[in-house]
Nanobody, 121 residues
């Protein structure tokens, strides 16, 4: 069984920073992509940023230049450094990963439980 657990959410003022962390645990043979999605009230879940393989990164246009995604493969962790936060960034942030639990299995997609980020004065 594989689990993704996020941490680091909270309340921050506009212009402030937060760093989200996500750790994958359980039976893990290999992790391909790891990333972050977010879902604001009344809106669909959307990609924020992800890392595919070792170095390929993708960012949603609204966060480019403000958010930075990084990954620690040895620790099975992914991070999201969020700077210059705006009220529109308020959402539940979810960790997502494509993980192969055993060498003979295909990759499966997993989600964390989410962590709330609120940007407000």
């Amino acid at each position: 069984q594989v689990h993704l657990v996020e941490s680091g959410g909270g309340l921050v003022q506009p212009g402030g920073s937060l760093k989200l962390s996500c750790v994958a645990s359980g039976t893990i043979f290999h992790i391909n992509s790891m990333g972050w999605y977010r879902q604001a009230p009344g809106k669909q879940r959307e990609l924020v940023a992800n890392i595919i393989g070792e170095r390929g990164t993708n960012y949603a246009d609204p966060v480019k230049g403000r958010f930075t995604i990084s990954r620690d493969n040895a620790a099975n962790m992914v991070y999201l450094q969020m700077d210059s936060l705006k009220p529109v960034d308020t959402a539940v942030y979810y960790c997502n990963a494509d993980i192969r639990a055993y060498s003979h299995e295909f990759y499966k997609n997993y989600w964390g439980q989410g962590t709330q980020v609120t940007v407000s004065s």
